[in-house]
């Protein structure tokens, strides 16, 4: 590329002093382009994906000018933002073809287009994929669901749950929290795609953070049932647990050949709704009076997601 704009800047520059009147469209392209802050990964496109108003002129006249100065270059931090920004909206896109195409690449490549990117995009939204399926996708959902757990959260911790009890207020905390958080893999539930991303996160290599992202989860629902700083490793093991097991138990709710209701009040789920208030109080109590069984060492997160 560099020899092509050696051999291009001689005839490049007479060409310039005889186009000068008819290159004002070209100009305020140029202008555009320096000015606005969100189009600095157009030199990051390959030929083919450059924008169609930068004719065979501006390619070698422009291009020098960019080299000119290492100033005029994008900072790396806001290339990185850029790159970042388009990552995220990939993958949010790419979630609404998980229903159709799975936890695929295939919803990788329709979410890229879908975003309005072109397909050189495509492989940037990933870092690594098996034959199983997307693991980056299904991470990626589970940080959302903590980061919508946490807002979700907050803005209900100035709200009264409970009746007055110790222990009553902490399992209506819990249960609350998460039923929230099982909530978020209802629409994915429906369309029968869940138990596909619960199998993705388990494998081997993608158990490690499949492990942080539940101790996470079980972090942010012991800081809103408990207060922050209060919570152990032994409380966000049974925390884990019972998510785990309500988990595995709205899969199979439900499930009587019809598609359920995505309501949290619907009657396809109700069953689990039941299953995790008891499960709710058991975590409770065990947090609040501690374990009733001495000399038993308590699972770790680890152990528990093992299982």
Known sequence: ???????????????????????????????????????????????????????????????????????SAPPHNHIHETLQEKRHSILTHALQRVHDEGWTDDAIASGTLDAGLPPSYIGQAVSSTSVFGCADLVA???????????????????????????????????????QLRLSMTLPFVSSNRWHEGMAIGALPQNAYRTTQQLDEMATIVLEY??????????????????YAAAELHLLSDGNNG?????????????STWTFLEERSKEAAKFIIDGPSLSGVPLPNPTHVVAA
Not at 225 to 242: C, D
Request: hydrophobic share 35%.
């Open 1 to 71: 590329h560099s020899e092509f704009i050696t051999m291009n800047i001689a005839s490049s520059a007479r060409r310039a002093s005889r186009c000068l009147s008819k290159s004002k469209n070209h100009a305020s392209f140029v202008n555009a382009q320096k000015t606005t802050p969100n189009q600095g990964y157009l030199s990051a496109l390959p030929s083919c994906a450059q924008p169609q108003t930068q004719s065979a002129f501006s390619s070698s006249v422009v291009l020098p000018h960019r080299h000119q100065s290492s100033s």
């Open 140 to 178: 990626f959902f589970m940080d959302e669901c903590n980061n919508n757990l946490r807002k979700e959260l907050n803005t209900l911790a100035s709200v009264p749950v409970g009746s007055g009890d110790n222990n009553n207020d902490t399992a209506a905390k819990i249960y609350k929290a998460l």
């Open 225 to 242: 049932a408990l207060g922050k700083g209060n919570a152990n490793a032994a409380q966000r093991s049974v925390i884990v647990a019972a």
């Open 258 to 270: 019809s598609v359920a209701s995505v309501s949290l009040s619907g009657e396809g789920y109700k």
